[in-house]
């Protein structure tokens, strides 16, 4: 099976890159050694665009709890939008934007991009094999964790911002 990126690095004239790091909502994750993370944003009005990838192949560690992805410097989710709901109660939408994440040369599930806070998003997958809707959790210590070695994930979210 051929994978690819829901994104393409998006036109570096009119996005701008920025450092994005991978927490947990308990512990933190290590990505493996030579794990590359590129992330972009753009900002349109109070709408904050950010395309997310993120690949490794030697395995890191766990960490516990789910990973949330934080915002560009200076940026802050507007939580009171309607419409915008959090991770949590349970698995709310609508979602911010979507997601891939892959598992070894074969596996791999697809979700949407949820608002964790006002400054971290997080991913949450549908079971891909069962060809449904239903949120089988999100991406940390229970799925396409950073302890397995070939791991990527990649994203597109749309975020109102404040």
Do not use: R
């Not at 915002?71 to 939580?79: E, Y």
């Not at 089988?136 to 210590?141: L, Q």
């Amino acid at each position: 099976m051929s994978q690819q990126n829901i994104t393409n690095s998006p036109n570096p004239s009119i996005w701008t890159s920025f450092t994005t790091t991978i927490s947990g909502t308990s512990t933190a994750p290590t990505p493996g050694s030579g794990a590359t993370l590129t992330s972009y944003y753009l900002q349109m009005g109070k709408m904050l665009f950010i395309n997310m990838n993120f690949s490794q192949i030697n395995a890191g560690s766990a960490g516990s709890g789910y990973y949330l992805f934080n915002l560009p410097t200076g940026f802050s989710i507007n939580t009171s939008v309607s419409g915008v709901l959090s991770v949590g109660s349970p698995y709310s939408y609508p979602s911010a934007g979507s997601c891939i994440a892959t598992l070894g040369n074969n596996s791999y599930d697809t979700g949407s991009v949820l608002v964790h806070s006002s400054s971290f998003y997080a991913l949450a997958l549908y079971n891909a094999s069962l060809n449904s809707s239903f949120i089988i959790g999100n991406v940390g210590s229970g799925y396409y964790i950073l302890g397995n070695a070939i791991v990527t994930y990649s994203a597109t979210a749309m975020l109102p911002i404040n």
